[in-house]
């Protein structure tokens, strides 16, 4: 069955110091409802990496699922950029 109305969140990869776990930092834009001012505010999500192939920095794509852990609602889909000077890309 395909993932339907699932809630879907891009952001960057602020640690992946933990086993199949990193976090994923959510910023979003909001104009302020009286004064009119563009506001940002960011948002710390735990997102289970089955095969931890999100490292610090990446830009990663995260869908809802079920709870993996008291902490961790979430699950890396996908790697959409990867840092600037990884392992990876310097091999």
């Not at 960057?12 to 933990?18: A, F, G, Q, R």
């Not at 990496?49 to 990446?58: P, V, Y």
Request: net charge positive; hydrophobic share 35%.
């Amino acid at each position: 069955m395909a993932e339907v109305n699932k809630k879907t969140r891009e952001g960057e990869v602020v640690s992946d110091k933990m086993a199949k776990t990193v976090v994923v930092l959510v910023n979003r834009q909001f104009r302020h409802p009286l004064y009119g001012k563009v506001m940002r505010r960011g948002k710390k999500f735990k997102a289970h990496d089955e095969n931890e192939k999100a490292k610090l920095g990446d830009v990663v794509r995260i869908v809802e699922t079920k709870p993996v852990s008291k902490d961790k609602r979430w699950k890396v889909v996908e790697v959409l950029k990867s840092a600037k000077g990884s392992k990876e890309e310097k091999k």
